[in-house]
């Protein structure tokens, strides 16, 4: 390298400065930027021209900065020009800084070393600069607000510093190269697991309490980050995953992914922050800590656990949602980062998630997730940019108790399927609580077609089927509907014998110890949501005691629960389960029952 010449230490100190080594560096980059724009724009992602000491330095580095932005190679020479067209030679010694930079020059390869320096010397001026503010409000005896007001100042021009580049290269950087742009295929880019989002992309996930959406999302991202397979989709390579959770309480985060089969040595990728005292995300300082966050962890993929608790303007204003894009998305999306963010249904569920309309308008997908009771849940995608990948999916919750806790590893969403193999239980007649379930039970049992509500809802407390009055009234009208129809056969015998085993506990809210913690349909949610009907309550079977005893004749019209004879229809059809003379209170009834006549009298009255 015969052209390049190091400044000595001796020819800095001429130069009259308090910071020789300072000078030394910024005199090092300007030499390299005025011969190479390549050299400038590694370096301008590190400094711009207020990082520079001097003006007369400050002044060189825009002028090069404005030959590079309109396209035009730099030399010492034209950027005298520039300087001069500017009327401002004088602050640069007529001419005689420029030359003199020009020629103590270093390579362009080793300008970026040089710049970090400068880079580093400037913040800690701004640094001293800001403890000379605040030690000076102090002496004024300013109050607290003025000072915490200085201190957020502060803050918040570093964090703009940090977000929003430097110079002109990063803008330059966002111009698509055409040749590379046309030689990706974009429809072979393989999604994320799940298939509910690509890698880069932002989606926000709706629902309401009862979805259980932090449930869904927490499996999602631990399988996400541990390589395991999720809705049917083949294993990744983990994905390394950034929680942000100011919802759920770490009890509630330990439960659930000890119920998924997770533990200290297999949580793989997943870095989980609960309730993180990051500012708002919806200010250039919240956006400067979740960035620093997501550097310190080297996350592919963020996800904020629920948007609302992360934000500090209202949720109905558009700019509150305008600020968090600028602030926190941005730099996540210019950086490849994807981001999942959870969000509560309005109160209109059919205008999707709560607050404006402008917090959709920057997602790449809109999923949707509501609860279908049994566990059986829709995940619908509303809004899409790409259109890749599906739009819908049926889901299955499943999840075993293991006494008073969550069974390991026995919680899991699945996609629902109905192929069906005979005599198997699928989609939804594999959920316990459900019509279908029921059909699908009186069916297996070879309960007849047209047989009435309360033969069936004795077989069901039998069978130890679970299933509301509404339910179980349903089933009945379905099967009598289908009787009629030819070709569907089912045996007229009736199981004489109760059946050994008891309800199997396929997912929450069916287990014995749900006593304890009402309305607890998933792990570490308490009364959020409608889990699975109990076993409804029935009368007792009136199978005989001794043996040899047999069944008592069991009539398909309504039977009065107090006398157990029947009903008069018109009276059963309205809802009524005794006679008018029957006294529910004491359960004494006369010998015989009223006339229907007179029943019909006191119905009407």
Known sequence: MDNVRHMTRDAADQDGSDTPHEDVSEA???????????????????????????????????????????????????????????GLLHRVDGGNLIIK?????????????????????????????????????????????????????????????????????????????????????????????????GPGQQITLVGDGKAGKSLFTQEWMWRMATGRPFLGDDPQDPVRILYLDAENGQEQVQERFLSFGAGPRAMGELRYASFPPIRPLDTAGGGADLVALVKATGAQLVVIDTVSRFIGGPENDADTWLSL???????????????????????????????????TQDVDHVWELAAQGGGCLTLKRTHTRTGIGPDHFSLLRQARRDGDNWMLGGTRHVLMTY??????????????????????????????????????????????????????????????????????????ERSADRSDGRFPETFPGTHPGTEETPGQTFPGTVAETSGTPPVPTVPPSKRGNGEGTPDPQVSEDPLCTICHTPLPAFRADRGYDTHVSCDPATGSHPDRPAHPHEDAHHGAA
């Not at 005979?422 to 059909?439: C, D, K, Q, S």
């Open 101 to 197: 930079l020009g020629i103590d020059t270093i390579s362009a390869s080793m300008a970026e070393h040089f710049a970090e320096k400068i880079a580093e010397s400037a913040r800690q001026r701004r640094y001293d600069r800001h403890a000379f503010d605040l030690k000076d409000a102090v002496d004024r005896k300013a109050d607290g607000d003025e000072l915490a007001a200085i201190v957020d100042r502060f803050q918040q021009a570093e964090a703009l510093r940090e977000n929003t580049g430097r110079g002109p290269a990063h803008l330059v950087a966002s111009l698509l190269n055409w040749e590379e742009f046309f030689l990706t295929d974009f429809g072979a880019i393989q999604l994320l697991p799940g298939k509910l989002m």
């Open 419 to 492: 192929d069906q193999e005979p005599g198997e239980a699928t989609g939804l007649a594999a959920i316990p609580g459900t019509v279908e379930h029921i059909i699908h039970a009186l069916d297996t049992a070879g309960v007849p077609n047209d047989t009435g509500n309360r033969a069936v809802r004795l077989k069901l407390a039998d069978l130890q089927v679970p299933g509301s009055n509404d339910k179980i009234a349903e089933a009945v009208r379905r099967r009598k509907a289908r009787s009629e129809m030819p070709g569907f056969d089912v045996s007229a």
């Open 325 to 359: 894009y600028r602030h926190t998305l941005l730099p996540l999306k210019r950086d490849r980062i994807a981001s999942v963010r959870l969000d509560h249904f309005g109160k209109d569920k059919d205008r999707g998630g709560r607050g404006s309309s402008a917090k």
């Open 28 to 86: 090092y980059v300007l030499g390299a930027v005025m011969h190479s724009a390549q050299a400038y724009n590694e370096c301008a992602l590190l400094i711009s021209h207020e990082d520079f000491r001097t003006l007369p330095h400050q002044l060189i580095w825009k002028a090069v900065s404005g030959l590079v932005a309109s396209g035009t190679p730099p030399h010492p020479v034209l950027v005298r020009d520039a300087i001069e067209k500017q």
